[in-house]
């Protein structure tokens, strides 16, 4: 069995029971490739993991926050549980080094594997309460997640991309963008999109994405980084 005491180490958590760890880092491709592994995959520990998650932020917004309403403190948990920021989460801790992954898999470091980290962070928090209780693993997704909370709030990340570029070229230069599709192809069923964001006649930035919309959201969040407005 590989030795995870490195990463135990960098999750700053000692796992009782070392298979609940072994089965948060193992993808369900791995088991195609290896029959014999000991544990299952990951995704019902995921699927634990993700509700824990969302309980300890909620707990922690609904405290921090007591004059917000519904609304603004869903998109705030919205923007600390997103798969984007929890594969930067799992990224710091390194999480990556110790995934078991098909050998398919493990080649692709693209948004599939952004979505396998976010994953395996979920499983891990899943794996965390049933080793120890809800307690030791509140105060480490305070640690890792919670603490971000200031980057969200400076950066504005709990605002989508198109509603962000839209303010700020609203409030900047008196200007609403406008999007406009510049390529697209593939059947019906994997369309791909590359869009375009104008203020009037300039074309700020371009998005890709399988549908209009991701590839519109793509599109605003490299204008904000192209007029340095993040």
Known sequence: MRNFSQLEERLSFAFQNSDLLLQALTHRSYLNENPSSPVGHNERLEFLGDAVLELAVTED?????????????TSFRAALVNAKMLSEVAVALQINDFLLLSRGE?????????????????????????????????????????????????KKLYKDPKSLFQEEAQERLGITPTY???????????????????????????????????????????????????
């Open 180 to 230: 406009d599709v510049r390529r697209e192809w593939g059947p019906d069923h994997d369309r791909h999109f590359v869009i375009g964001v104008f203020l009037r006649d300039e074309m700020v930035a371009e998005g890709e994405g399988p549908s209009k919309q991701s590839a519109q959201e793509a599109a605003a969040r490299a204008g904000l980084a192209a007029k340095g407005w993040v």
């Open 106 to 154: 493990s080649k692709d470091t693209g948004r599939a594997r952004q979505y396998i980290l976010a994953n395996a962070f979920e499983a891990l928090v899943g794996a965390m309460y049933l080793d120890r209780g809800y307690e030791p693993v509140r105060d480490f997704i305070a640690r890792t997640v919670l603490s971000r909370m200031t980057d969200v709030l400076d």
């Open 61 to 73: 917004l609904y405290a921090k926050f007591p004059d917000k309403p519904e609304g603004e403190l």
